[in-house]
């Protein structure tokens, strides 16, 4: 089975009685559920060779270079940020906890605090300054120092979708008992049409499995929510996926929006689950027209040594000429005969209550999603 990024599959828990009572008794910081979420990332190895926050030299070395200080492939920050007064606590203190409300989800060990600039971390991570970016905007409202140090989980963040929940280590055991030695992981924020069918099958055709990803977690306004995505895409699995050679589980973790390089990011993290192949899309990872079309799939080739192969797709459509779905390099007709899988349009037709067409999407798909008051974050 391929090997998690940087060779070993991090593994940082103590959900021991004595773990968690010590936890409850040190200095507390507070963290959200996508932090929350994040920690238990780190601890079961979806992030590694993350062992906890990053300290400076990794955490500047991705920001200039997209690697990290052992120059490793890496090109999200993950980071804790903290105001003056819990840097005041941290100075004093060489561990504390990370409170998600009463509940201690992890330990951290203090080994550097400082400062950095929001500016200069949105243009290198973003390609942009704009607060019109959701990335950008949520990077502005963050504190003005971070903190970095490995960290110990002592409870996992709480799941609204615990069967659909697994780490690393799970479904590298998975995947061996389905007997795949080539696996196809595709990273989702959407409810499934016919053109992500398409490429799923497509790329299914090349490997021994798929391992379809859903992002579950914060996400943008007029995005689907989690529990849509979730039924819409066991639907799909019911009716048009074969059993042993397709699986689903869930990652959770926020959406960055930040394009090329979470691209990247998002196929190191399959690289941990044991995927050994990464689908790649048109826009992947992206918002409004802050990349190009193709700048996600172009990065690539700046990582020749990130361990996963990529699966590069450019868009499909249906040719009501040809019958069937295909893209500009396989069809010869022209754009009058082509319907477009328009993310807008779907969610246009939604909205006021009409399924898609079939050529669009799939009718049993479009009657959960309907059955759904409002399907989309608000």
């Not at 008992?177 to 989702?188: A, C, L, Y």
Request: glycine share 8%; hydrophobic share 35%; charged share 30%.
């Amino acid at each position: 089975m391929i090997a998690p990024h940087g060779g070993k599959l991090v593994e940082r828990l103590d959900f021991s009685d004595r773990a968690r009572e010590e936890a409850m008794e040190l200095p507390r910081l507070s963290i959200t559920l996508d932090e929350a979420r994040d920690l238990g990332n780190i601890a079961h190895g979806v992030f590694s060779p993350l062992e906890g926050y990053m300290a400076r030299e990794d955490f500047e070395d991705v920001l200039e270079e997209g690697r990290l200080a052992n120059d490793l492939p890496w090109t999200i920050p993950i980071v804790k940020d903290v105001d003056e007064k819990d840097v005041e606590m941290l100075l004093r203190e060489d561990e504390v906890s990370l409170f998600y409300g009463d509940m201690p989800i992890a330990t951290l060990k203090v080994e550097e605090i400082y400062p950095y600039d929001r500016k200069e971390y949105a243009q290198r991570v973003f390609g942009t300054t704009s607060i019109e970016h959701p990335g950008v905007a949520n990077l502005m409202n963050k504190k003005e120092h971070l903190v970095g140090g490995k960290i110990t989980l002592v409870n996992d963040a709480p799941t609204d979708f615990p069967q659909y929940k697994l780490w690393p280590k799970e479904t590298r055991v998975l995947f061996k008992e389905k007997g795949w030695k080539s696996v196809v992981g595709f990273q989702t924020r959407n409810a499934p049409h016919i053109g992500h069918e398409y490429v799923q099958k497509t790329a299914l055709t090349f490997v021994d499995g798929l391992f379809i990803n859903p992002l579950i977690g914060k996400k943008k306004r007029g995005d689907f929510k989690d529990e849509v995505i979730i039924a819409a895409y066991e639907t799909l699995f019911k009716h048009y996926y074969p059993k042993n050679s397709a699986t689903l589980g869930i990652l959770e973790t926020e959406m960055r929006y930040a394009g090329p390089r979470e691209a990247i990011f998002h196929a190191i993290m399959r690289k941990n689950f044991g995927c050994t192949h990464f689908i790649v899309g048109r826009d992947h990872a992206g918002v409004g027209n802050f990349y190009g079309p193709y700048e996600a799939q172009e990065i690539f080739y700046d990582y020749p040594d990130l361990g996963i192969t990529p699966l590069f797709f450019r868009s499909f459509f249906y040719c009501k000429k040809c019958g069937t779905v295909v893209n500009e390099k396989i069809c010869p007709h022209g754009p009058e005969y082509h319907v477009n899988f328009s993310g807008t349009k779907i969610r246009e037709m939604l909205i006021k209550g009409e399924k898609p067409p079939e050529i669009m999407m799939r009718p049993e798909v479009a009657e959960v999603i309907l059955q759904f008051e409002n399907p989309f974050v608000e």
